[in-house]
């Protein structure tokens, strides 16, 4: 029995142009009014999952930066499972390297991370790779920004941490995402799923794959899934 639902947001609540999917919200709270636990699992920073917790209407659970944060509930503290020191080591030498050659890279949200450092995709993310290979970091693509962070860290291996702490089991969740970042979650989920939007790398590992793109793909799964509860 499905009793949870963990969930990306940048191209699996949103749409194209990164705007929250207002059908998507409403399926959510329909989940969370009927005792469906709902856990938003991003590469944003905690300060932004706090709020959209709130405002989309779950319980307020969220896992943050990729893995690297989360949070139980509303009132929970914020547990930080690795300091992002190697990370922003890494970040500091790719800066000196692409100012070499004329590139300053974007940070995002560089003051409220806890654990990784994330910048634009302005720079080929083979490159980044292949510049950090000998480092003790991992780099993530999520489609709308790359990431740093040490070794280990990923929304798969927070996913089970967090299910536990919520007394549900990973096989009692349906996961699903859009980008390489959600790989580990969907698989340890009981019914991996991705939107028709989403990377080739994704879909190859999913259960299912909705024929509807970005948040529209969500409700298409959430509805096929949960259909006792939203039906139409």
């Known amino acids: 029995m499905l009793r949870g639902v963990i969930t990306d947001i940048d191209g699996t609540l ?10 998507a919200i409403e399926t959510i709270r329909k989940l969370n009014e009927n005792g469906i636990e709902v856990i ?3 590469g944003n ?3 932004l999952l706090k709020g959209l917790c709130k405002l989309i209407g779950t319980g307020g659970t969220f896992i943050g930066e990729n893995g690297g944060v989360y949070r139980i509930g509303f009132q929970g503290p914020l547990k930080v499972i690795s300091d992002r020191d190697i ?3 890494a970040l500091n030498m790719l800066i000196e390297y692409y100012e070499k050659k004329g590139v300053r890279l974007e940070l995002f949200s560089h003051q409220e991370r806890y654990s990784d450092v994330a910048f634009a995709r302005e720079v080929p993310v083979d490159e980044v790779r292949s510049l950090l290979a000998d480092w003790p ?4 693509d999520t489609n709308f920004a790359i990431h ?4 280990g860290i990923d929304k798969g291996k927070t996913f089970p ?3 536990e702490q919520l007394g549900i089991k990973p096989e009692e969740f349906i996961g699903i995402g859009d980008s390489e970042n959600d790989i580990g979650m969907i698989k340890a989920a009981g019914i991996g799923c991705c939107v028709a939007n989403a990377q080739e790398s994704l879909m190859n590992v999913s ?3 909705s024929s509807a793109s970005y948040g529209e793909g969500f409700v298409e799964i959430m509805r096929k899934n949960f259909p006792h509860i939203l039906a139409r």
């Open 161 to 163: 941490i967090v299910a």
């Open 45 to 47: 920073t905690s300060c």
């Open 87 to 89: 990370a922003v080591k």
């Open 40 to 42: 938003l699992s991003s």
């Open 207 to 209: 259960d299912f794959c």
């Open 14 to 23: 949103t749409d194209e142009k990164r705007r929250l999917s207002t059908v």
């Open 148 to 151: 740093i962070h040490a070794k």
């Open 137 to 140: 970091v991992d780099i993530m």
